[in-house]
């Protein structure tokens, strides 16, 4: 009786182990995506550089939108707000650090890049580094 015991549940459990294997393999009647087209080009890889000029570029545009139209200018809180530009005319006074209620694009682009994730990072990074010392 031990032994019909044995091989029925060894059959058992060979019997869910084969039903599994068949759950792993049907997917594979998926459509595949069609291929791209003959003139497409892979973009190149980003690197954090390129990522950053994308990011400042993005960041000039809107200012120059917000002082209508001149990069040169000064913007101030109410033109950040008008704009659309809450992360701006909320942190004002940081970006402003004189104090003098307007901002150059220079001053808006140093406040952003203070704030990068990857800045945060390496600021982490280092505070680890020092903890353990």
Do not use: C
């Not at 003139?39 to 990011?55: F, G, H, L, M, R």
């Not at 101030?76 to 659309?84: D, E, I, M, V």
């Not at 004189?98 to 694009?105: D, E, I, P, Q």
């Amino acid at each position: 009786m031990k032994i019909v015991t044995f091989l029925v549940s060894g059959t058992a459990a060979t019997v869910v182990a084969m039903s599994s294997i068949g759950v792993a393999f049907a997917y594979d009647d998926l459509p595949k995506p069609p291929p791209p087209p003959e003139d497409w080009v892979q973009p190149p890889k980003q690197s954090e550089n390129s990522v950053t000029q994308d990011v400042e570029s993005q960041i000039a545009q809107r200012f120059t939108a917000a002082t209508n139209g001149n990069p040169n200018g000064l913007l101030s809180r109410q033109q950040a707000k008008a704009a659309g530009w809450g992360l701006v005319s909320d942190h004002f006074s940081e970006i402003d650090r004189a104090g003098t209620g307007y901002v150059r694009l220079d001053d808006v682009l140093r406040f952003m890049s203070e704030r990068t994730p990857q800045r945060i990072m390496r600021m982490k990074n280092v505070t680890k580094q020092d903890q353990r010392q």
